[in-house]
């Protein structure tokens, strides 16, 4: 007997024992053997155990929990880690950056691209007083 098919036989042979198989693993058809047993012993552990009933349970204890995590954590959340004010101001430093160097590479800028680029300013200054004077709301639950 090879090293690889003595390792295969030892692996099936350690398999069989974690589930209890009492199949004889030598001869031409051991496998078909160990794979009949194993599909056995497999659906009469789901039949006695009762895996079905018992998945439905926790799927449906999993939806109760992501329920309450939306319902009460998520919202508590984002309002004391600030996140959307976060984000926003990360998005707004994207465009003010991006606004700058399209300005700058313009050969010969007119009123109206200034003007644009005044609106940008001007709209991030606000923005910036208003994530810097707001502040967490608290969620009664």
């Known amino acids: 007997m090879s090293s ?14 974690h589930f209890k198989l009492h199949v004889t693993l030598e001869g031409p058809d051991n496998y078909e053997q160990w794979k009949k047993a194993f599909q056995g012993q497999l659906f009469s552990l789901i039949k006695n155990n009762n895996i079905v009933q018992k998945g ?3 799927g449906w204890q999993l939806i109760k929990t992501i329920w309450v995590f939306l319902r009460d954590e998520l919202p508590q959340f984002l309002s004391n880690w600030r996140t959307v004010p976060r984000i926003m101001m990360g ?4 465009v003010f950056y991006n606004t700058m160097q399209w300005f700058m590479s313009l050969p010969e800028p007119n009123n109206a691209q200034a003007g644009f680029v005044s609106v940008v ?14 502040k967490k709301t608290d969620i009664k639950k």
């Open 4 to 17: 690889i098919s003595a390792a295969s036989a030892a692996a099936r042979t350690s398999t069989a024992k």
């Open 56 to 58: 439905a349970k926790d």
């Open 91 to 94: 998005l707004y430093g994207l």
């Open 121 to 134: 300013v001007g709209a991030g200054a606000a923005w910036f007083g208003l994530y810097v004077n707001g």
